[in-house]
């Protein structure tokens, strides 16, 4: 059983960065996937990256590639997601997820709470 917990979103202007952290519970952490996943109000929840479990491989879907890196300190237990160059398109609630690598839900076994990043224009 792995527990997440996302913090560090909030209401930006565009062009701010972000930087959201995700801390999990447990020894098993780094056996395990991490990817960030984010939910706009009446959409689907989609994929924003994901990393592998020694940070070697990470994926990051188009609309955020070059802005966003996402990465991890297994001796933390934490994953993060920089933000940069922030758009008013990128406004969610942000989630991370453990599992295996992959950039579908299906992937990912556990979940956090989820923290809001609103981006004003």
């Known amino acids: 059983q792995v527990q997440l917990v996302e913090s560090g979103g909030g209401l930006v202007q565009a062009g701010d960065s972000l930087r959201l952290s995700c801390e999990a519970s447990?020894?098993?952490?780094?056996?395990?996937?991490m990817g960030w996943f984010r939910q706009a109000p009446g959409k689907e929840r989609e994929f924003v990256a994901t990393i592998g479990t020694n940070a070697g491989n990470t994926y990051y879907a188009d609309s955020v590639k070059g802005r966003f890196t996402i990465s991890r300190d297994n001796a933390k237990n934490t994953v993060y997601l920089q933000m940069n160059s922030l758009k008013p398109e990128d406004t969610a609630v942000y989630y991370c997820a453990a599992g295996s690598y992959g950039s579908t839900r299906s992937f990912y076994n556990y979940w956090g709470q989820g923290t809001q990043v609103t981006v004003s224009s």
């Open positions: 447990g020894r098993t952490f780094r056996s395990y996937a």
